[in-house]
């Protein structure tokens, strides 16, 4: 009988092409990331020549603070989001909104800043209202999306070196409480604006901005941590200890910020 000579298959190449769209978004979020921390700092530099009050709703702390606070919150986001379990597309997806939502929030803010007028909570005028009620719906995608990523870091167990799914899954969490901060501070003031209370909806943001401010950098701040401590010839444990430490640490100051908050509200 003759036997039948098979010809060996060779392996089939990996498929990136499902890759593609979120290397492209990635690149597009470090760069614009890049650009509002730019603009962040060019303003500090406008602050310098130009002077005026650092505090109060019409300042150029705004578009410094927002350009580098939005920049770095992107690029952290983009990054760290990397190791969640979401379809690639989805993720692209998101953070391309996420993008396009950060630039229209640090250009209103600016735009505002350079008109000498608030940037937020401000219904002088018919175009000050279309800026105002912008950068708050704008803020409430931002509440969206965050909480889309932060649900899926805990669903999924985020991937990553030892330690990482802890870092990322508390820093969402403590993310989370900076969402409910900034969600709180636009809705009392709306309040406050829409009573004929407009100078008291200026200053009724300012209890909440410490524990907002604290909040918003921990999806960064301990995921960075995590990273670096996988790079160290450390085991496993005295890695998470500290991850623990740094953790606990964090949320201790939250929960200062919160009290003070409560104190002062």
């Known amino acids: 009988m003759e036997t039948k000579r098979h010809t060996p298959v060779p392996p089939r190449k990996a498929d990136t092409t499902p890759h593609a769209p979120a290397g492209l978004v990635e690149r597009l979020c470090h760069a614009t990331g890049l650009l509002l921390v730019l603009s962040g700092l060019t303003h500090l530099v406008v602050f310098a020549v130009d002077g005026g009050p650092w505090e109060g709703p019409v300042s150029w702390r705004k578009p410094v603070t927002f350009g580098l606070s939005f920049g770095v919150t992107l690029i952290a986001v983009t990054w760290v989001t990397s190791y969640l379990r979401v379809g690639t597309r989805t993720r692209a997806a998101l953070l391309a909104v996420f993008a396009a939502d950060c630039v229209v929030e640090v250009g209103g803010i600016t735009l505002q800043a350079w008109r000498k007028v608030p940037s937020h909570l ?60 900034g969600a709180a501070m636009i809705a009392r003031g709306v309040v406050l604006t829409r009573t004929g209370h407009q100078e008291a909806a ?3 943001t300012a209890p909440l901005k410490p524990l907002h401010g604290v909040s918003l950098h921990a999806v960064l701040v301990l995921p960075a941590l995590a990273w670096l401590l ?33 104190l002062t509200y």
Not at 145 to 173: I, K
């Open 202 to 204: 200026y200053h009724s």
């Open 230 to 262: 996988s790079r160290t010839r450390w085991s496993e444990t005295p890695r998470r200890r500290i991850l623990y430490a740094a953790v606990g640490c964090y949320v201790t100051a939250v929960a200062g910020a919160a009290v003070w908050a409560a």
């Open 122 to 181: 401000d219904m002088e005028t018919p175009f000050d209202t279309a800026v105002s009620m912008t950068l708050a719906v704008g803020g409430g995608v931002l509440v969206l999306l965050l909480t889309v990523f932060a649900v899926a870091s805990f669903r999924h167990r985020p991937s990553g070196p030892a330690g990482m799914d802890l870092a990322v899954r508390s820093g969402f969490g403590i993310l989370l409480v900076a969402l409910a901060s």
